[in-house]
């Protein structure tokens, strides 16, 4: 009579049982698709050392600028005048907002994205000094290198939306 039907469509909780133990393999085997914040990929430890060494970096600059502005100005090329000391004190405190933002957070992507609005900063008043007729060149042509260089990495890493992870033992 039925011959079409199976033994699995006559009792209808073996075909439940049936369908399911088919749907599980396709499940399985299934990618799984992780956001950036759920779980760290392989290159996750290599982007949140390099976060930290943002961080310090910015630290390090950042004290440079506030304890040593006079210094930091014949460094780039600049006038050490009071008025680009007072600027480079507030830039100094900028960098080192950043970096301990950097270093305090588990996912500091903001604070490496205000690094990047620093760079674009820094690269704007370095143009500006590029024009200017009182500055020496030369240095402020490499401290211009040297800021835009740093604003590959910041971008690179901002881009990764960072985690940090904890130091493997």
């Known amino acids: 009579m039925d011959s079409y039907l199976t033994t699995d469509d006559a009792n209808p909780r073996a075909a439940a049982q049936s369908s399911r133990a088919q749907a599980r393999p396709a499940l399985r085997a299934r990618p799984s698709v992780e956001r950036a914040d759920d779980a760290p990929r392989?290159?996750?430890?290599?982007?949140?050392?390099?976060?930290?060494?943002?961080?310090?970096?910015?630290?390090?600059?950042?004290?440079?600028?506030?304890?040593?502005?006079?210094?930091?100005?014949?460094?780039?090329?600049?006038?050490?005048?009071?008025?680009?000391?007072?600027?480079?004190?507030?830039?100094?405190?900028?960098?080192?907002?950043?970096?301990?933002?950097?270093?305090?957070?588990?996912?500091?992507?903001p604070w490496v994205w205000s690094r990047v609005a620093g760079d674009a900063l820094d690269l704007a008043l370095l143009g500006s000094a590029m024009r200017a007729e009182n500055t020496q060149k030369g240095r402020v042509a490499v401290a211009t290198a040297a800021v835009l260089g740093v604003t590959a990495l910041d971008v690179y890493c901002a881009t990764r939306r960072v985690g940090m992870v904890a130091p493997s033992r």
């Open 42 to 109: 392989a290159e996750d430890g290599r982007v949140a050392g390099l976060a930290r060494a943002l961080g310090w970096l910015s630290i390090g600059v950042g004290l440079a600028e506030v304890v040593a502005p006079q210094g930091v100005a014949r460094l780039i090329g600049i006038q050490a005048n009071e008025e680009n000391q007072r600027l480079l004190r507030g830039m100094g405190i900028r960098e080192i907002a950043s970096g301990l933002g950097i270093l305090s957070r588990r996912r500091p992507t």
